[in-house]
């Protein structure tokens, strides 16, 4: 969404929510790849998986209109119309909505990334694209909000809720598993505190929800030659099952709306791999632009804005 002019009791900044982006027709799957490969070319095969991949959430992802729902929501429980969206990878790129925000007269933004959770390789990237577009602007960043109350309260809701789905004694009997977005395991000799601020959140939601352990896993691994953080969840889910345990609620606590990692590489893929293994696996509801989340983005800008001195 755009911005309009702010009255004086109005936040006197913008709000940038950035993404990942995704693309939003098959056509647009080549391309995509190309620039998060930085303009390298990929092989026939790697465009052909991904567009199988998008072709069986619909032939596209829901991603872009889900930031949209979230910035609407956050601009009227902030009562300030300046939230934009910005995607790193597609359009709407990241460096154009800066260009945008500049020219619609704001020289504050408080620049949110919709991941709570810090790694050099994503919320760091997302800084080095403001940073090369920023041109003037002043800019309030946000690293990290992985312990923010708001959003664990959001996270733990849908837990309970899971829960809820598999009846009676479903606390003492269904495993729970918690996923994040796997990542090169090279980050970890860099001492990137990603991991641990994964386990920092699910200790959080465990304990407001009452359940004394889970199991976490990774998930949506990169096609590459290299090493990527785990287990992944599909290996957990067939240990899981190898125990005994053949009720499994999974929770991606490192997504925040629904997009292809959520819609592909859990409701399908996992579980096809549960179908094979006898177990039910469900999956908590993705916050999107629930209120409870939406008091979560709220908290965290107007904190944001707080500690630059704008508020």
Not at 83 to 97: A, K, L, S, T
Not at 180 to 206: C, E, F, M, N, W
Request: glycine share 8%.
């Amino acid at each position: 969404m755009t911005a309009g002019s702010m009255s004086a009791d109005r936040p006197g900044y913008a709000v940038l929510l950035v993404a990942y982006g995704s693309p939003q027709t098959l056509d647009e799957v080549e391309p995509y790849l190309r620039d998060i490969r930085g303009g390298r070319q990929s092989s026939a095969e790697a465009v052909e998986d991904l567009r199988r991949r998008y072709l069986a959430i619909g032939g596209r992802s829901p991603l872009l209109e889900r930031t949209a729902a979230q910035a609407a929501a956050l601009a009227r429980k902030l009562d300030n119309p300046a939230i934009f969206v910005g995607m790193r990878h597609w359009r709407p790129y990241i460096r154009d909505v800066l260009g945008v925000i500049r020219a619609q007269g704001h020289d504050k933004v408080v620049v949110l990334p919709l991941a709570p959770h810090y790694s050099r390789l994503s919320i760091g990237a997302y800084q080095q694209a403001v940073e090369a577009a920023r041109n003037g602007l002043q800019i309030a960043m946000v690293t990290q909000w992985f312990d923010e109350p708001a959003f664990l309260d959001a996270v733990a809701s849908r837990v309970a809720l899971g829960l809820r789905s598999f009846g009676d004694g479903a606390r003492g009997r269904v495993s729970l598993v918690f996923t994040a977005h796997s990542l090169p395991t090279r980050i970890l000799a860099d001492g990137d505190p990603y991991p641990d601020q994964l386990k920092a959140s699910v200790a959080g939601v465990l304990e407001r929800v009452g359940v004394a352990a889970a199991k976490f896993a990774f998930q949506s691994a990169g096609r590459t030659p290299e090493a990527w953080l785990g287990p992944e969840v599909g290996t957990v889910v067939s240990q899981l099952a190898q125990e005994g345990s053949r009720e499994v609620l999974v929770c991606p606590i490192g997504f925040v709306s629904d997009h292809l990692e959520v819609l592909y590489d859990i409701d399908i893929e996992l579980r096809e791999v549960a179908r094979r293994e006898g177990t039910r696996v469900e999956r908590t509801a993705s916050l999107n632009d629930d209120d409870q989340f939406i008091s979560a983005l709220a908290a965290v800008a107007s904190n944001a804005a707080r500690q630059a001195g704008w508020a």
